[in-house]
């Protein structure tokens, strides 16, 4: 990543103060920074770079934001990729979620991929990110686009890219995108074409709901219990549901009403989009105060599960009674090891479990599923932090045939079964988890129930995270230095522990693509890991322990945790 000096940034910053192709209305936000050396710094000191989640940002004025021309610049050089390769006849699907300028930002996209001869579909509305990839496929398009950024807070926007398989381009083909933009040196470069020229050329297509009902359909369809809701249960199995503002509200409801679920009760403040996302302080379906409404009305409805999706609804996130009658949120390594739980035992019960099944998780994802995925006979693999990576492995054993993939998921939250997608989908997710809470259900069982059944038989797993936000040119360097100290001066132990082995995947261990992530095994069976976000202002730390009980597990969690956090805050 290419930084500047202040110095440097300053000239940025001038420059598009000058720059004939700037709108006045920037030219005022930016003029009003005057004299703020550190504001207009951390506008201009690099450009937005793809990480895992694709370009992110806070919304803006400047290079280091996310913007009109960001975006334009952005789409001039995926275009120019797909140029590079010499397509016949180039296509895109591009979707939005509810984030504010989504909309606009979107409309720009498209024509600017218009304006380079790319026949481009655009959804009149907002759309999970999900659909965006099932979409690619289904149209058999080039690339996607979608404009969203997940669950930051609302100033926040971002911009994911997608392959003709409908997986986000992956870092080979995202490096070459980011040299592409690398080379346009003048915003004069960015082609564009007005609304109504790419209409009438047949290069800007509105999609029609043609597309969503295929969507519905196919998630429908991934269900291993289609009879389950069709009777008395469909009736009377209790499902409180918030979009959290977002793009999951219609998927959501139409595909668990097309499969049966008749009580379902969506939270009306957090109903309808809005980005600005104004009942909660952050739209996370990993934080049991997103789910503050929800949790209010399953009391009133006596609801026996509550379930969230974030605002492009790629993530889900699901809430259950415990013994004592409190609601809890699941953690994504929990709600993934019981839907591993619930589909491999399905498969198997009507010996449609295939030979060479495979689950595939990340790198910082909890052992729990993977013991339970073994002991009904799949093979398990473990990638790259990334939805991208889940998505590339299965794409290759879709063509050669080699493995049968049955379950992806990452301990944020992000699952899939089916290959109709390659991205995470909170609305099978959304239908996955409340399909197993209502079979569980006809025994008598929460997934409460469940999830403690499966640590008796597997182990008592738990994990956390925690994370340090740390913006600007400072707080890259903070983050930096936190992995250099921990890489050159590794802890021989930790809360009395020792540290047994050191993998550095910046040395592309085990066949993965090298990346700056450090892990440490811990000779208990214990492990915590260093990774910097790819998409926030982040360094994030992962645990995770076995132990012989609940208690024993939570405290070796709390030693560990509370002994690397001391170090990581010391650097």
Not at 15 to 36: F, V
Not at 228 to 235: H, I, N, P, T, V
């Amino acid at each position: 990543m290419t930084q500047l000096s202040n110095e440097q940034a300053k000239v940025r910053y001038e420059s598009w103060l000058q720059d004939p192709n700037i709108d006045e209305e920037t030219k005022r936000e930016l003029r009003a920074l005057a004299g703020q050396e550190q504001e207009i710094t951390d506008r201009f000191y690099r450009d937005l770079e793809f990480g895992t989640g694709g370009l992110r940002g806070v919304m803006g004025a400047g290079t280091n934001r996310l913007n009109a021309y960001t975006v334009g610049k952005a789409t001039q050089g995926l275009a120019n990729w797909l140029m590079a390769q010499n397509l016949s006849s180039p296509s895109a699907v591009i979707a939005h979620d509810s984030r504010n300028n989504s909309p606009q930002f979107a409309l720009d996209a498209a024509l600017v991929l218009a304006a380079n001869g790319v026949r481009t579909y655009l959804f009149k509305s907002l759309r999970a990110t999900p659909q965006l990839s099932f979409a690619v496929r289904k149209l058999q398009a080039s690339t996607g686009i979608v404009i969203t950024a997940s669950h930051n807070p609302p100033e926040y926007n971002g911009y994911k890219a997608y392959g003709a398989d409908g997986c986000q381009l992956v870092p080979e083909d995202a490096e070459q995108v980011i040299a592409a933009i690398a080379k346009l040196s003048s915003f004069d470069e960015i082609k564009r074409m007005t609304q109504q020229e790419a209409e009438e050329q047949g290069l800007l297509v509105w999609l029609d709901e043609s597309i969503d009902e295929a969507y519905v359909q196919t998630v429908v369809a991934q269900s291993v219990n289609h009879q389950l809701l069709q009777g008395e249960l469909g009736d009377t199995f209790k499902v409180v549901f918030t979009p959290l503002h977002g793009s999951g509200n219609w998927p959501v409801r139409n595909v668990l009403a097309a499969a049966g679920f008749k009580q379902v009760y969506v939270v009306a403040e957090q109903e309808q989009p809005d980005g600005n996302f104004s009942t909660v302080k952050s739209p996370n379906p990993e934080e049991k105060e997103a789910f503050t409404k929800a949790i209010e009305l399953a009391r009133k409805v006596e609801a026996d599960v509550i379930i969230g999706t974030d605002p492009d609804a790629d993530r889900m996130g699901a809430v259950v009674k415990n013994n004592d009658g409190d609601y809890v949120v699941l953690t994504g390594n929990q709600s993934g090891a019981i839907m591993v739980h619930y589909l491999l035992s399905q498969l198997q019960a009507r010996g449609q479990m295939p030979d060479n099944g495979v689950v595939i998780k990340t790198i910082v994802t909890s052992e729990l599923g993977e013991v339970i995925a073994k002991h009904y006979g799949a093979s398990v693999e473990n990638t790259l932090t990334g939805f991208k990576y889940i998505g590339e492995k299965m794409t290759r054993y879709e063509q050669t045939g080699e493995k049968t993939f049955l379950f992806g998921y990452e301990e944020s939250y992000g699952y899939l079964t089916g290959t109709y997608a390659r991205d995470k989908d909170a609305i099978m997710a959304s239908l996955f988890i409340c399909e197993a809470a209502a079979y569980y259900s006809t025994q008598g069982k929460t997934l409460y129930d469940v999830l403690q059944e499966l640590y008796e038989q597997f182990g008592y797993f738990l994990e956390s995270q925690q994370s340090r936000t740390l913006k600007g040119i400072d707080g890259v360097a903070q983050i930096a230095a936190i992995m250099t100290n921990f890489r050159e001066q590794p802890p021989t132990e930790i809360a009395g522990i020792r540290v047994q082995q050191v993998l550095d995947y910046a040395q592309g261990l085990d066949g993965l693509r090298a990346e700056n992530v450090l892990k440490y095994m811990l000779a208990d069976g214990s492990w915590f890991c260093l990774r910097p976000s790819g998409t926030e202002p982040k360094i994030k730390v992962y645990f995770a322990v076995k132990g012989t009980s609940a208690e024993d597990a939570a405290a070796k969690q709390a030693a560990i945790s509370e002994a690397v956090m001391q170090r990581v805050d010391g650097v």
